[in-house]
């Protein structure tokens, strides 16, 4: 059933809101606080370091428990910090306060996709995954940029009442169409830690690294690099995010029926895109329609990257699901800390407008390991011939 699916979207809708709704607001929030935008982009690298340092822990801790319970436990902690934020505290504070609902979240994904899989048609496993990842860009195209507008309107302390009710209202949905779901056999952890083992699985973890870290060392300073390098003010920015995420929601579908035909193929079609955009955000200089179309393109290309990066990793630890799920989760955003980290120095040092081309240095390390996959594949098959 594909029901469980679009409930799972909805609570990462609330999760992305939370996570990514701080990309529109970073410099209203570094002027707030008098800070520069590297260190206010810690609100953003800080919450992704907790989940790739945690993630895995915390994901086979909670692997025994009813999964209704996690998630309703997740989406709950999401509120609570929202709600706390949209008070403004001091900077330390406010830094703390974002990174907590970061312990959960890989656990929820991880949840949210074992539920969707586990209770639908196992043929639809790709499409099904798309589905609970389109929260991202359903996230991209309504709350995110909606958050940022608002807050362009008035405050930026409103952008985190905005992720507090979305939150409130995924935690209802969960509560009242998600029935009880113990875990009747739990796997041990060693069965599930012996993925860590197999140089395959190990690789396509890298390839995931590289590729999101690739995208996130410009799309983290998305209002940053459009403010400076394009000349376009708040409102504009919240309607450039707009097209980005209308153009998201396109993509992950697109990407889901791709996935189940090709996944290597489709992976290498959408991570094409961090050696293209930045070529074009180059080329595009001032002239606002080329920038636009280009962000439309940007959109489409970046969107399914978590889903495209999950499915890639997976599909080479089939038999630990949920774990391989959170892996993915981790490193996913080890690559968010990594690409907003080394991202934001090279605004402060360098500028802004160097920015995309650390996002091509990255997509060609990513490439990289997907070669070396096909050449672990292909020498894996010949010596099982040859036995």
């Not at 989940?51 to 319970?69: E, H, N, V, Y």
């Not at 929260?135 to 952008?159: C, D, E, N, Q, R």
Request: charged share 10%; proline share 4%.
């Amino acid at each position: 059933m594909k029901k469980y699916a679009y409930i799972g979207a909805l609570g990462f809708l609330a999760i992305i809101t939370t996570e990514f709704g701080i990309i529109g607001i970073l410099p209203q929030v570094a002027e707030h606080y008098h800070i520069s935008i590297d260190k206010a982009g810690y609100l953003l690298s800080a919450f992704a370091l907790v989940i790739a340092l945690t993630g895995p822990f915390m994901t086979l801790l909670a692997s025994g428990f009813d999964r209704k319970k996690v998630m309703l436990t997740a989406i709950t902690i999401f509120l609570v910090t929202g709600l706390v934020s949209s008070f403004a505290p001091p900077f330390w504070l406010l830094l703390i306060v974002r990174v907590l609902p970061a312990f959960l979240q890989p656990v929820y994904i991880a949840t949210a996709l074992s539920v969707a899989i586990l209770q639908g048609n196992k043929k639809q496993e790709n499409e099904l995954m798309s589905i609970v990842f389109s929260g991202v860009a359903i996230a991209m195209v309504t709350t995110v940029p909606f958050a940022t507008y608002i807050a362009s309107l008035s405050s930026w302390k409103y952008s985190f009442t905005i992720q507090a009710i979305v939150s409130l209202i995924a935690l209802c949905a969960i509560y009242m169409t998600i029935p009880s779901l113990p875990v009747k056999e739990k796997k041990s952890f060693g069965s599930q830690l012996k993925i860590l083992t197999k140089p395959i699985f190990l690789v396509s973890t890298a390839m995931n690294f590289f590729m999101i870290a690739a995208w996130f060392s410009t799309y983290s300073y998305f209002a940053e690099y459009l403010n400076k390098a394009k000349a376009m003010d708040g409102t504009m920015v919240s309607y450039m995010l707009f097209v980005f995420g209308i153009i998201g929601v396109i993509a992950n579908w697109a990407a889901g029926k791709m996935l189940n035909r090709n996944i290597t193929f489709t992976t290498i079609f959408f991570l094409s895109g961090t050696l293209i955009i930045p070529l074009l955000l180059n080329v595009s200089g001032g002239n606002t329609f080329a920038t636009i179309c280009t962000i439309a393109l940007w959109g489409f290309l970046y969107s399914p990257s978590f889903l495209n990066a999950s499915t890639y990793m997976i599909s080479s630890a089939p038999e630990a699901l949920e774990f391989a799920n959170s892996l993915a989760t981790s490193f996913g955003n080890l690559g968010v800390t990594l690409g907003t980290t080394v991202g934001g120095w090279i605004i402060v040092s360098k500028g802004v407008e160097f920015s995309p081309w650390l996002t091509m240095l990255f997509g060609c390390l990513a490439f990289l390991m997907i070669a070396l996959r096909q050449f672990l594949e292909k020498r894996t098959i010949t010596k099982q011939q040859e036995c």
